[in-house]
């Protein structure tokens, strides 16, 4: 970046509430709160400066966003979260960015937005849209999503599985954990017979179960084809998930938790996972997430991106990353649908089970702080 820029940052807070409650195993999410950044460079004046109606700039100082949504669990508290965005806001103004980074680099939330907002300024500059800035790689067109479904009743995940399917999903995630492994089995066999063979159906057991269930759901899943179980152990359990993979029963075991608790090396030398789910929010930014993909892929691992159910700030971010990660199988990522309310206009859309990756430059979201 230049050395004459000046670079100041603003935040604001935001509440979202989503449109029903995702009941998890580890939890019911019924509301995201956090902090919506704005980078502002003013010593960057391209064109003559103007500002346009509301407050959103036309032709003016080029303008980066980012979003700190935390979760509890997965990153810092929502206090932690806004005294490190206070922090990086100083450190910005009489350090520089690498300063400010520094200051937060343990509140993975307020790094997530600050790296967030710097990368979408500084591809907003290069007239590059954000996941060619990133990964310097290929031209995407879009990148294959799941649908998340939460951990209800058999009606309610049959329905709702449907539906998904109906709207063009070929892969469904259902959150799993919350009832006996005997009920979680009966749910899973009641949407296979519903949305037949051709759908990828995978579950997330957010650390439910003992070995024993987890051993038992493997064998239910095989027949059922189920393709990915995610997370069946307590994060601990690096041998246990290492175990279950050994029992070789054709079902993908994936860590989520288990990334947070003891990274890429330890996972892979225990041979804990054939897959790795990757939240940018949890890790700190899209830029570390990226890196730990790349690791991952060299290490045999395949990389998979979800949202922590993000702003579309956050979110559209995710979508970016995911672009930026070659071959990325479905991820989970059509998670603004959960909202009841979002930020502002989605850029991405969604179809036919794929997410559309915005090609316009930087992270291509635009009206999120002018419309409130
Ligand atoms: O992966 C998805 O489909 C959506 C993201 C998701 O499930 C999730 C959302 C918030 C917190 C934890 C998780 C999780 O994957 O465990
Ligand atoms: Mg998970």
Same mark, same amino acid.
């Given at each position: 970046?230049?050395?004459?820029?000046?670079?100041?940052?603003?935040?604001?807070?935001?509440?979202?509430?989503?449109?029903?409650?995702?009941?998890?195993?580890?939890?019911?999410?019924?509301?995201?709160?956090?902090?919506?950044?704005?980078?502002?460079?003013?010593?960057?004046?391209?064109?003559?400066?103007?500002?346009?109606?509301?407050?959103?700039?036309?032709?003016?100082?080029?303008?980066?966003?980012?979003?700190?949504?935390?979760?509890?669990?997965?990153?810092?508290? *929502?206090?932690?979260?806004?005294?490190?965005?206070?922090?990086?806001?100083?450190?910005?103004?009489?350090?520089?960015?690498?300063?400010?980074?520094?200051?937060?680099?343990?509140?993975?939330?307020? /790094?997530?937005? @600050?790296? *967030?907002?710097?990368?979408?300024?500084?591809?907003?500059?290069?007239?590059?849209?954000?996941?060619?800035?990133?990964?310097?790689?290929?031209?995407?067109?879009?990148?294959?999503?799941?649908?998340?479904?939460?951990?209800?009743?058999?009606?309610?995940?049959?329905?709702?599985? /449907?539906?998904?399917?109906?709207?063009?999903?070929?892969?469904?995630?259902?959150?799993?954990?919350?009832?006996?492994?005997?009920?979680?089995?009966?749910?899973?066999?009641?949407?296979?017979?519903?949305?037949?063979?051709?759908?990828? *159906?995978?579950?997330?057991?957010?650390?439910?179960?003992?070995?024993?269930?987890?051993?038992?759901?493997?064998? &239910?899943?095989?027949?059922?084809?189920?393709?990915?179980?995610?997370?069946?152990?307590?994060?601990?359990?690096?041998?246990?998930?290492?175990?279950?993979?050994?029992?070789?029963?054709?079902?993908?075991?994936?860590?989520?938790?288990? @990334?947070?608790?003891?990274?890429?090396?330890?996972?892979?030398?225990?041979?804990?996972?054939?897959?790795?789910?990757?939240?940018?929010?949890?890790?700190?930014?899209?830029?570390?997430?990226?890196?730990?993909? &790349?690791?991952?892929?060299? *290490?045999?691992?395949?990389?998979?991106?979800?949202?922590?159910?993000?702003?579309?700030?956050?979110?559209?971010?995710?979508?970016?990353?995911?672009?930026?990660?070659?071959?990325?199988?479905?991820?989970?990522?059509?998670?603004?649908?959960?909202?009841?309310?979002?930020?502002?206009?989605?850029?991405? @859309?969604?179809?036919?089970?794929?997410?559309?990756?915005?090609?316009?430059?930087?992270?291509?979201?635009?009206?999120?702080?002018?419309?409130?």
């Amino acid at each position: 970046m230049s050395s004459t820029e000046d670079l100041s940052l603003e935040y604001r807070s935001f509440s979202l509430d989503l449109a029903e409650p995702l009941e998890t195993a580890d939890g019911t999410i019924d509301s995201r709160d956090g902090f919506l950044v704005r980078l502002v460079d003013e010593s960057d004046d391209v064109g003559d400066g103007v500002v346009g109606v509301g407050d959103e700039p036309t032709a003016g100082p080029a303008v980066g966003y980012g979003e700190a949504t935390p979760l509890q669990g997965w990153t810092e508290s *929502l206090d932690a979260c806004e005294r490190a965005l206070e922090r990086a806001r100083d450190a910005l103004q009489t350090d520089g960015p690498i300063e400010a980074l520094e200051t937060v680099d343990r509140q993975v939330a307020a /790094r997530h937005a @600050l790296a *967030l907002a710097l990368a979408d300024l500084q591809a907003t500059r290069e007239s590059t849209p954000l996941y060619r800035y990133l990964g310097q790689g290929p031209m995407v067109g879009r990148v294959p999503v799941n649908a998340t479904i939460s951990d209800g009743t058999p009606a309610e995940t049959v329905r709702k599985a /449907r539906e998904a399917v109906d709207r063009g999903f070929d892969c469904c995630k259902l959150k799993v954990g919350i009832r006996s492994v005997e009920a979680d089995i009966e749910r899973v066999r009641r949407v296979r017979e519903a949305v037949g063979s051709s759908v990828e *159906l995978r579950a997330d057991a957010n650390e439910a179960w003992t070995y024993e269930e987890a051993e038992s759901a493997l064998e &239910a899943f095989t027949d059922l084809g189920v393709s990915i179980l995610e997370q069946p152990l307590p994060a601990g359990a690096l041998e246990g998930h290492a175990d279950l993979r050994e029992l070789n029963s054709g079902v993908s075991i994936a860590l989520d938790e288990g @990334l947070l608790e003891h990274g890429v090396d330890s996972i892979c030398e225990a041979d804990a996972a054939d897959v790795v789910v990757l939240k940018p929010m949890a890790l700190g930014g899209i830029d570390v997430a990226r890196k730990v993909a &790349a690791w991952l892929t060299e *290490l045999d691992v395949t990389p998979l991106v979800t949202t922590t159910i993000d702003g579309v700030v956050a979110r559209t971010g995710a979508v970016h990353l995911a672009a930026a990660i070659p071959d990325v199988p479905a991820c989970g990522l059509a998670t603004g649908e959960l909202l009841a309310a979002d930020l502002g206009r989605d850029p991405v @859309l969604l179809e036919k089970g794929s997410a559309v990756v915005p090609q316009a430059k930087g992270l291509g979201v635009s009206d999120v702080w002018s419309e409130r």
